[in-house]
């Protein structure tokens, strides 16, 4: 059966932390320990493609990339060759949100997060992120 | 360039808008030649589609001429005469790849919006609001086209324009009510809604080989059309108890396939009523649909719903083992075939075409269109 694991951000570390939790087929995401005080509500997305495809070399696609170090990141093949399943959340133990992430990320880090993964799977599956006419809604603040 | 665009309830004007220009490498810009109205425009016309905006420019059914190309598309080039799918599909997402396009991941600019509606991002639509779309709409001068390769399609130079423009929502949908429903030979079928999308559902179901087709409406000029043009037989409800005529002329059975092709209303049912997971709506033709279905048969919804529909008989769908299927259409997987049809004739749609006025006359064309004055059934605009 296909295992994927935990992804590293960058090409280097990615044998080290691909060994560090390994997610199975029919695993639930990992979950948070009792009084862990992270959002225990993974983001998931369903992207076309084999993990490999989808994420080729273990590198964290865009636009999660920028998010390094404030959200955990898994992905497991999905069943009936859906593709693969992609799995978001914030880092329990991050000490706050800081500079440019804390401004990315917002006060809504759930929705936040799924519209970065709905991006990372228009990227992998069109190449490229869909962009609106009426820049009304290309601005963030307009639900979208 | 000069648009249409809404300004407020049952208020359209054509401006001077900004051109469109390219913003995605599968884009295309389309000169537009021809530009449909359609019952889906109503109610956004009377403003009971969130989202939408003073400004917006409205239409989705399209044909026009190639201008710009960006740099991923492949099947396209500048001077080709497409006509473009109204629904927007990425074809690439798991949906796409079973040529369920109206369902795509990555049609809309509004997804968390569609979410919140109705659960999942549905595909998008040409002139709709974010979470329908985020696109302009086509009744203008230049329409940007999103992939392209996917939602755009050469018109064979035999079909003219009257007819190919038919091919980009009312022929698709029309196809997609008759495949929904499993029509076969032998079947008889009954659509509710003598509009384009009624009568070439009813078209679509004589080509797969139906017995008996009976369109339900009570527009006198439609119903006309029905005979003349569709070969349909038809019922006006206003002056025939429908469920008993129905079950006249399908042998005591009810019809096997009841298609209802009307939609929501264009003003709300009542004061709460109307937005997304708002008031409720009602929906007769789709009750009588229910009522009047044959044991075990199937009732297809094509009607445009964004809410919450009350007084459903979902007694008689559980007791008589109804099937019940809804969709939008998924234009990518047809339109091909039907412009092949339409090139041998198979399939005409010109006469739906009633009124053929200049953009700048686009107001006075909604203005029939919704009051379905003068015999109206789409007015086509050319810029
Ligand atoms: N599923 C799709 O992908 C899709 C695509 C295009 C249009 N649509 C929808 O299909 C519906 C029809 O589209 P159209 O352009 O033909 O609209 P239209 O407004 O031109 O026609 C609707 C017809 O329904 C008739 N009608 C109203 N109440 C009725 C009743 N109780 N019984 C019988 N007939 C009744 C009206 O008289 C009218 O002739 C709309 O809701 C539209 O939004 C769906
Ligand atoms: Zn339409
Ligand atoms: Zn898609």
Known sequence: MARMGRLAGGGSKVARAARTLVVRRRERWPHAAGTDPRPGRWQVVTVAGRPEEVLPRGRWPEPLRRLYGAVELYARPAPGGRGTELAARLLGNAPGLRGMVAHLVGDDPGRFIRQALREAKQLAETGEVLRADCSRWDRPGVPG | ?????????????????????LRNAHDIIVRVRRSATCGADLPLLAGRIPYLAAGDVLGHEFLGDVVEVGPEVRRHRVADRVVVCAGIACGACWFCRQGLFACCDNGTTGASAAESAWGQPTGGCYGHPGPLGGF????????????????????????????????????????LGAELGEVRPGDVVAVWGAGAVGQLTAGAALLRGADRVVVVDDHDDRLRMVEQHVGAEPLNYRFVDVLAELRERSGGRGPDVCVEAVGMAAEPPGLLAGRLGGGAERSLALREAVHACRKAGTVVVLGTWTGVVDTFPLGAVMQKGLTVRSARQHGQRWIPMLLDRMARDEL??????????????AADGYALFRERADGCVRAVFSP
């Open chain 2, 348 to 361: 005409r749609t010109e006469h739906l075409a009633t009124h053929r006025l200049p953009l700048e006359r």
């Open chain 2, 136 to 175: 302009a709409g086509s009744h203008a001068e230049y329409v940007r086209v999103p992939y392209a390769d996917v939602g755009a399609f050469a018109v064979p130079e035999e079909v003219s324009d009257d007819r190919a423009v038919f091919a980009s929502d009312a022929a698709p949908t029309g196809w």
């Open chain 2, 1 to 21: 360039m000069r648009a249409l665009c809404w300004e407020g309830a049952n208020a359209v004007a054509v401006r001077e808008v900004p051109d469109p220009e």
